[in-house]
Nanobody, 120 residues
Framework: QVQLEESGGGLVQAGGSLRLSCAAS????????MGWYRQAPGKQRELVAT???????NYADSVKGRFTVSRDNAKNTVYLQMNSLKPEDTAVYYC??????????????WGQGTQVTVPS
């Protein structure tokens, strides 16, 4: 079992910045992709950004140029730097990790979610 611990959410005014962090711990052999998803009230969970162990990134069109995803492989930690925040960025942000566990099986874990609120 792998646990993901998120931090860094909060309330910020439009145009402001926040940085989310997510640290993975537990029965990890290696982590493939880590990333962030979000879910706004009444909407489905959607991809925000992901990063592979090799550093390849993928972003939702709505956040390109404003958000930056990065990771520290040595710390099994992924970050999301969010700049120029907009009210439509308001959501619960979830960390995700796709990994190989100590039993050499593919698995995935989700964090508990952290609230980001940008008042209009």
């Amino acid at each position: 079992q792998v646990q993901l611990e998120e931090s860094g959410g909060g309330l910020v005014q439009a145009g402001g910045s926040l940085r989310l962090s997510c640290a993975a711990s537990g029965s990890i052999f290696s982590i493939n992709t880590m990333g962030w998803y979000r879910q706004a009230p009444g909407k489905q969970r959607e991809l925000v950004a992901t990063v592979t162990s090799g550093g390849n990134t993928n972003y939702a069109d709505s956040v390109k140029g404003r958000f930056t995803v990065s990771r520290d492989n040595a710390k099994n930690t992924v970050y999301l730097q969010m700049n120029s925040l907009k009210p439509e960025d308001t959501a619960v942000y979830y960390c995700n990790a796709n990994y190989i566990n100590l039993g050499r099986a593919l698995a995935a874990s989700w964090g508990q979610g952290t609230q980001v609120t940008v008042p209009s």
